[in-house]
């Protein structure tokens, strides 16, 4: 009755973590979208509005959904700080960290390569570009740099691998759990394309946080694969994709053995 009672309530407050951001999200854009028709605007204004300001929509429902983790966490007597675990870990795992992320960010520049040349893949990434915002101020590409290098990961990472992640580690293998919250993390980017590839880097950091039991380490790779895709655009040759391939794989590799091999031991995993 007890293991029935505690993955009941492991589903269920998964749930209410992402029903929580989905709530927020809805709100917050709706009331941006009350507020410029109040002054007279056009949907398509009021569109271009949303848009461009996304970044700064998605840090505020972030810093919202924080706000309400924290009381729920201080209702169930279990602080953020408790759940969410830090533990020190050698300093050459956040370079691993980062190795990881640049190889990860390696085969997802092989896997665009690809996508394009598949028709359902290209209209994806094509709905992906159409709903990019475009930066026109010095605010909002400082907003931009701030949410894709700082936030997004500080955020995501809490919620995703901090208290998702860890509820269903409650419940269930460390591989399944790891998956589960690579597939929400995917499915909650919305567009296929995008899905696809959070999908690949949410198992990366699944891993990652379930061996180091310390959130910085996620964050400093989910960061490094943020900051890459500004750096690694454009599009690759035959040979291009040969040494991305090449590279990609050795990279994580190279950090997934060491990550597996020097950190804590699970004969569940």
């Known amino acids: 009755m007890n293991r029935i009672i505690k993955r009941v309530k492991g589903i269920a407050f998964t749930l209410l973590y992402i029903g929580i951001y989905y709530a927020v999200s809805f709100v917050l854009y709706n009331i941006l979208f009350l507020w410029a028709m109040m002054g007279g605007t056009s949907f398509s204004e009021i569109e271009e509005i949303v848009l461009n300001n996304s970044y700064a929509v998605t840090a505020i429902v972030g810093i919202v959904c924080l706000i309400i983790y924290y009381f729920i966490a201080k209702l169930r007597k279990q602080p953020l700080e408790s759940v969410i675990e830090r533990k020190n870990v050698p300093t050459i795992i956040y370079g691993m960290a ?61 919620m995703f691998r901090g208290l998702v992640m860890t509820e269903l580690l409650k419940i269930m293998r ?30 990366a950091l699944g891993i990652l946080y379930y061996r180091s039991r310390n959130i910085i380490a996620a ?51």
């Open 219 to 269: 964050m400093v790779c989910h960061s490094a694969f943020n900051i890459s895709a500004v750096l690694m655009q454009g599009e690759l040759s035959f040979i291009g994709v040969l040494v991305y391939s090449v590279g990609g794989l050795l990279l994580c590799a190279l950090s997934l053995i060491y990550i597996l091999s020097n950190l804590k031991k699970d004969s569940r995993f």
């Open 98 to 158: 980062v190795t990881l992320a640049l190889g990860c960010r390696f085969l997802v520049s092989v896997y665009y390569s690809f996508a394009q040349k598949i028709t359902v893949l290209e209209k994806s990434i094509e709905k992906a570009a159409e709903i990019n915002p475009e930066i026109t101020t010095v605010a909002q590409l400082f907003t931009a740099l701030f949410c894709v290098a700082v936030f997004a990961p500080f955020f995501e990472e809490i």
């Open 174 to 203: 460390p591989w399944a759990a790891i998956g589960l919250q690579a597939i929400i993390f995917g499915a909650i980017h919305g567009v296929l394309f995008q899905s696809i590839f959070a999908f690949i880097i949410g198992v």
